[in-house]
């Protein structure tokens, strides 16, 4: 078995969908980024990577290479789905939080589930999501972005 984290952070921007789990959100500002900018994708890609000792998702997908600008997140996570595959792992969980003062996330929660779950061709009970504020603390207290955080947890196929 094998672990890995992930953690990504983006401001917010005018003028762009806020895109959380593959979910677009009603919220005025979106994340700032050179892709979707989806900080829960991002942060399970890089968890992944972790895992498979596959570098981290910069490698995979830069921001300097046009072909990632507006890229969908969840198409991302489905190239590097198939690159742990290859390898001989299978996914078992992934546990994710996002850190937001707003806007709310549970309603979005169980869409972002169920996009995770056809990524990473899962159960939804081998994924969670979690939400939680900075009680108004730093740069996502203040509403000036969204991060998370996740751990992930592959093993060798039998």
């Known amino acids: 078995m094998r672990i890995g984290q992930g953690f990504d952070f983006h401001g917010f921007a005018e003028g762009r969908k806020l895109v959380l789990g593959g979910v677009t959100i009603n919220y005025d500002m979106g994340l ?3 892709s979707d900018a989806d900080v829960l ?5 890089d968890a ?6 596959l570098g981290d998702i910069g490698m995979h997908f830069p921001d300097t290479d046009p072909v990632n600008k507006d890229a969908s997140s969840l198409g991302m996570l489905k190239i ?11 996914i078992i ?26 990524a990473l061709e899962l159960e939804p009970d081998q994924i ?23 751990i992930a ?3 060798k196929k039998a």
């Open 48 to 53: 992944l990577l972790g895992a498979a000792a």
């Open 32 to 34: 700032q980024g050179h």
């Open 93 to 118: 969980n992934v546990d994710a939080t996002i850190l937001a003062q707003k806007p709310k996330i549970g309603p979005y929660r169980a869409s972002m589930v169920g996009n995770l779950v056809s």
């Open 128 to 150: 969670n999501i979690k939400a939680t504020t900075t009680e108004g603390l730093g740069f996502i207290g203040r509403g000036e972005g969204i991060g998370a955080s996740v």
């Open 80 to 90: 590097i789905v198939n690159a742990i595959e290859s390898l001989g792992y299978a």
């Open 153 to 155: 947890l592959i093993d």
């Open 41 to 45: 994708t991002h942060a399970v890609i």
